[in-house]
Each structure stands twice: as C-alpha cells, then as structure tokens.
Nanobody
Framework: QVQLVESGGGLVQAGGSARLSCVVS????????MGWFRQAPGKERVIVSG????????YYADSVKGRFTISRDNAKNTVYLQMNRMKPEDTAVYYC???????????????WGQGTQVTVSS
C-alpha cells in the first residue's frame, strides 16, 4: 500500500497565495508521475496540474496556467502546488495522485490522497 497525504489547505483571500504539499509514504519510488486534481461542490473532479517522474514535463489546466506552479522534491518524496493570485473559483477539495505515466485522466491514476479543502474568499 502507498499512502499520499496532502497538507497546506485552508482559507485564503482572493489575490493571495498558498502552497499545497503531498507526501508519499509506504513503498515509495521517484519513478512515478504526480497529478493535482480538484473538485468543487456539485462538480466533477478535474485535473489542475501534472508533473513527470523527473520533473522534466509539466501540465497545467487553462484555468490555472500562469498562476499555479507544480514542482517535486524526490529526496523528500514530496510534490508541491504553489498557488498564486488565487480566485474564488479556485475553491475546491484538492487531491494529489500518483501514476506510472503522466496523464490528464483521473481514471488512470493508481493512488490518491484524502484531499485538502482550499477556500478562497472574496
């Protein structure tokens, strides 16, 4: 079993910043791609960002491009999502997930964290 634990969520004012962290524990390896997803109330879960195993390739949804930055520190088994210039529409539960190959489809991810609530107030 592999566990993914997100942290860093909370209440943020519009225009502010926050950083989410996802720590992978259990039988871990750096040779996996990671993704960040979010789900707002009453909406389906969608991808926010993804990163390849070595950090050489990244993906960003159009809604966050230029505002969010994904990164990883394989020595710490941790992936980060830096969120800047946040908007009320960023409010959602954010999930990190792991897969063998970078993909935008949630069904292709093998392991999921429990999620962390991010609320952006106006």
């Amino acid at each position: 079993q592999v566990q993914l634990v997100e942290s860093g969520g909370g209440l943020v004012q519009a225009g502010g910043s926050a950083r989410l962290s996802c720590v992978v524990s259990g039988r871990t390896s750096s040779s996996y791609a990671m993704g960040w997803f979010r789900q707002a109330p009453g909406k389906e879960r969608v991808i926010v960002s993804g990163i390849s195993w070595n950090g050489g390739r990244t993906y960003y949804a159009d809604s966050v491009k230029g505002r969010f930055t994904i990164s990883r520190d394989n020595a710490k088994n941790t992936v980060y999502l830096q969120m800047n210039r946040m908007k009320p529409e960023d409010t959602a539960v954010y999930y990190c997930a792991a897969t063998t190959t970078l993909t935008t489809r949630s069904n292709d991810y093998d392991y999921w964290g429990q999620g962390t609530q991010v609320t952006v107030s106006s």
